[in-house]
């Protein structure tokens, strides 16, 4: 009777329902002064060609402010300390939240870059997907629904008989949140500003 809302994730712990996250925090210096009440400052040139003083706070990242360094550092960041599935060994199956489609499409880029690299030969592009709604992506749903079911893209090549998801990684910004179940799923990354306990 009474509402779900009200049952908190510390109660969810505790009945032993949920698991308390363990939060690797990966910042850059720019990320740090982003997110501090000054914000982060640059000098740009403005319309006419002169150099003007710009401030970014986190709202802005991703949006105003665009960084390939800063989305390298967290991709390897999260690579680095990713749980590990326990029969294979390879990169836990997880879900990377983005800020919005586009930034999707670079990190699901730079993903599958450091994944060859790391890799050589086992994923070929598939190790992380890009799951947002149309145009973008055709069968968003049906591609959270395969990698559910451990089945997106074929399977692992990383042990042999072992049934999982050939793709290891769904970066979406959105889809695959509240009612979205994957059981085996070991990793959720945060690749946003985070206002929200529940999230």
């Not at 991709?75 to 749980?83: G, M, S």
Request: proline content about 4%.
């Amino acid at each position: 009777g009474t509402p779900t809302f009200r049952y908190s994730l510390v109660d969810g712990v505790k009945e032993r329902y949920l698991l308390n996250p363990v939060v690797v925090d990966a910042r850059t210096e720019i990320t740090t002064e982003m997110l501090a009440e000054e914000g982060y400052s640059v000098m740009v040139k403005n319309e006419d060609g002169e150099w003007e003083e710009q401030t970014y706070f986190s709202k802005d990242f991703e949006k105003k402010f665009f960084s390939d360094e800063t989305n390298r550092v967290f991709c390897e960041t999260f690579l680095k300390n990713a749980l590990r599935d326990p029969l294979s060994g390879e990169i836990g199956k997880s879900i990377v939240f983005c800020v919005r489609k586009d930034h999707t499409t670079r990190i699901t880029q730079a993903l599958n870059v450091l994944a060859e690299a790391m890799f050589p030969g086992k994923y070929n592009s598939d190790f992380a997907v890009q799951v947002v709604s149309p145009p973008e992506v055709q069968d968003g749903q049906q591609i959270a629904i395969s990698f559910a079911n451990n089945n997106l893209n074929g399977h692992t090549r990383f042990l042999e008989g072992y049934i999982t998801s050939k793709t290891r990684i769904c970066v979406t910004v959105g889809m695959m949140t509240t009612g979205y179940d994957c059981e085996d799923l070991l990793n959720i990354v945060l690749l946003r500003p985070i206002f929200s306990p529940t999230d």
